[in-house]
């Protein structure tokens, strides 16, 4: 067996470089083949390879075989796994898994990107303002996720933002490398690229995710005028960045324009307070400037940033209202998930309103059809009329149209208005699922309060499905979470999610002694009413007197009994409460179900995994309370890398049945594909407390990977 000299220092070690990886073959101890080599970095190789279980293919990053293997350097390589993991976004390279080779070896599987980054797309020659916006602004979103997980990239640079083709679209953007991401006011060692770093990270003090709008608006000089702020040797670089003042942008390029240099320039500040405080701020700044210059992109349909909601608003609208002035009312508009983008075919790239089109753009606007700013008003007030009381998903009983029907108006206009509703349409889904999430905030800080605080958490998920706080608590599955939004575009409710949201609706009221009759009515017998019923916690909830709790013998809530849930299933209980429809009586059959979990097992063993997971998933929606079928299915997606919905039915099956030690270990190793080390450790010592004879190994095996 043929080994690398290992250095005699304390805290090193050899490695075996017998795990060879050739092209068609299996990655020993996976089920990834290699398919081809794609490259290699400083440290590590990429491979392309497919995982020939679910037949798709990957990235695999491995350590190079001529390295000798440290803590330090088994952590740094590491390090852009984690990073990765940690951080939600579709802007940021998604990794799936990581492991060791048996020559300990650390290597970690990605998604499979394009291999044109804007390194080499700018090998062509400096890019155009209308290119470089949309690419700009999708970094701004990508290092807003990287700081919102409570990390810093540290090497924000042309050759880590990869460029892809998406929905008939070039330059969809994926931030990736992020080996020297650590968290802010770390002291690690002083790392980056000359070029993009900012004084503070030179001078190895405290920083921040300002260290990455800095590096941006460095990466902003090199797009739009062929070179960064500063040139010269590195010494010489790395000196101006802390001393010298950088020239505004149109020095160098005097037909870019003036306004985007107080841009740039409060990018490249040498104090961090004056640089702008968030990657948030900048790009709500580089899309005013794009509608300042009537700039229109194939990328117009990007998400708003998270700034206040009245300049959400004017952006939106801004946007919206830009395209229409601009006479491009009749072209072709496409859906694009709650959005719509323009079709510019051959087009894109095309600056409306540029220096040399001044004329052409008069014309577009005297040519511009009307577009009745009343009807968008009264659409918008009506919207956040039925929000202000708490009408937004369940009808009240007065048959008055809810905040999402309202926002359905919107988004079916058609003609001229249509643009501009859309745009509004979307302001308003985010308005209102901010305002649900901070609700679902509230009552989750309090004891009572957890299996309500998800209630708000899923209907926010009703107006933005991919609301990253709210999705992120919510143990809503994707395909019960599309259920419930089908159901309530129908306005398809069974009487008791109409109890639940009239308790919703009680529930956000801003008055406390108001909230607190509105839900002592709700759960006390009344003339006019069934004796309807909740627990102890609702009435300890808004405090009041719950030392005669109402009667348990039938009535609200019996078909949905979200507030009766022992604590450990609460959070279940809600979720399917939430996402299946209930009708009277109840579509419950457990016999039936289990009949289905017996052929789904039957299928999962005879290798058909598609036929078991749609049996697995029939068998919930006639017993959502079957632990057998929320374990195949925990099962199904954690073989197919699928780690967190792996971990949702997980988590579901063990709180559940809590006293089952294989259910705690099935958690824990969700956890731990997932990175989540310290909810890994707390599920595999409750199942070594339940005496489960795999639990020691797992805890041995999570302390070496962490040591």
């Not at 006479?327 to 998930?337: K, R, T, Y």
Request: proline share 6%.
């Amino acid at each position: 067996m043929s080994r690398v000299e290992a250095s005699t220092s304390a805290g090193w070690e050899p490695i075996e470089t017998n795990s060879r990886l050739l092209v068609g073959e299996l990655v020993p101890g996976t089920r990834l083949q290699i398919i081809e080599w794609i490259g290699e970095g400083s440290m590590g190789q990429v491979f392309e390879a497919l995982h020939t279980d679910i037949q798709r293919r990957v990235a695999l990053k491995v350590l190079r075989a001529t390295f000798e293997l440290s803590s330090d350097l088994f952590a740094m390589f590491t390090n852009e796994a984690r990073a990765c993991a940690r951080v939600e976004s579709r802007f940021v390279v998604e990794v799936m898994d990581f492991g060791e080779l048996p020559d300990h070896r650390p290597f970690f599987v990605m998604e499979l990107l394009g291999r044109e980054d804007l390194h080499g797309a700018l090998k062509q020659g400096k890019m155009s303002l209308t290119r470089a916006l949309p690419i700009l602004r999708q970094c701004c979103k990508a290092l807003a996720a990287i700081h919102e997980a409570g990390l810093v990239h540290r090497d924000i640079k042309p050759k880590n933002v990869v460029l892809q083709r998406e929905d008939g679209r070039a330059d969809s953007v994926r931030v990736v490398d992020l080996g020297l991401a650590a968290e802010p006011g770390s002291t690690p060692k002083i790392s980056g690229t000359g070029p993009y770093m900012a004084p503070e990270q030179i001078l190895g003090e405290a920083f921040d995710g300002r260290v990455d709008v800095y590096a941006l608006g460095c990466m902003a000089y090199v797009m739009l005028a062929g070179r960064p702020p500063f040139e010269g040797g590195l010494e010489q670089i790395l000196v101006a960045h802390e001393l010298a003042t950088p020239e505004p942008i149109t020095s160098l390029c005097p037909d870019l324009p003036a306004a985007l240099d107080p841009i740039l320039l409060r990018c490249l500040e040498k104090s961090p307070e004056q640089r702008w405080p968030n990657a948030h701020e900048l790009e709500a700044a580089l899309i005013e400037l794009q509608i300042a210059l009537g700039i229109v992109t194939p990328w117009d349909d990007l998400p708003l940033p998270n700034v206040d909601d009245a300049r959400r608003a004017r952006l939106g609208e801004a946007l919206a209202r830009r395209n229409h002035r601009m006479g491009w009312a009749g072209w072709a508009w496409s859906a694009v998930g709650v959005g719509a983008t323009l079709i510019l075919g051959a087009f894109g790239g095309l600056v409306i309103g540029s220096r040399g089109d001044e004329s052409a753009t008069q014309a577009a606007v005297a040519s511009a059809p009307a577009y009745d700013d009343s009807r968008l008003e009264h659409l918008t007030n009506q919207t956040r009329l039925a929000a202000s009381k708490a009408y937004w998903v369940y009808p009240p009983p007065s048959g008055q149209a809810t905040a999402l029907r309202w926002i359905e108006v919107l988004e079916a206009e058609e003609g001229v208005l249509a643009a501009a509703a859309h745009a509004r349409a979307n302001v308003l889904r985010e308005e209102i699922a901010e305002t649900l999430s901070r609700f679902g905030d509230r009552y989750w800080k309090e004891p009572h309060g957890r299996s309500f605080a998800l209630e708000f958490y899923g209907l926010a998920l009703v107006f933005v499905p991919d609301h990253p706080h709210a999705g992120s608590r919510s143990p809503l599955t994707p395909t019960q979470l599309a259920d419930l939004i089908a159901r309530a575009e129908r306005g398809d409710f069974s009487q008791a999610e109409l109890r639940t949201g009239k308790l919703m609706e009680a529930l956000a009221n801003p008055d406390d002694g108001a909230r607190r009759d509105q839900v002592v009515a709700l759960v006390k017998p009344g003339e006019d009413r069934p004796p309807w019923h909740a627990s102890e916690e609702l009435l300890q909830l808004v405090d009041t007197d719950a030392a005669t709790p109402p009667p348990r013998d039938g009535g609200w809530l019996e078909a949905a009994p979200i507030l009766q849930a022992p604590a450990e299933a609460a959070v279940e209980a809600v979720a399917a409460s939430l996402a299946e429809p209930v009708d009277e009586p109840m579509r419950s059959d457990p016999p039936k179900a289990a009949a289905l979990v017996s052929k789904a097992e039957r299928a999962t063993g005879g290798g058909r995994r598609a036929d078991a997971r749609r049996l697995f998933n029939e068998a919930l929606a006639l017993d959502s309370t079957s632990v057998a079928a929320l374990t195949g299915l925990a099962e199904l997606h954690f073989e197919a890398g699928e780690y967190s919905k792996a971990l949702g039915y997980a988590r579901r099956a063990a709180q559940l049945r809590p006293g089952e030690g294989e259910l705690h270990v099935l958690l824990g190793d969700c956890y731990l594909k997932s990175m989540r080390y310290a909810e890994a450790s707390d599920a595999y010592k409750r199942a070594a407390s339940l005496h489960h004879h795999l639990a020691a190994g797992r805890l041995t095996k999570l302390a070496q990977l962490l040591e």
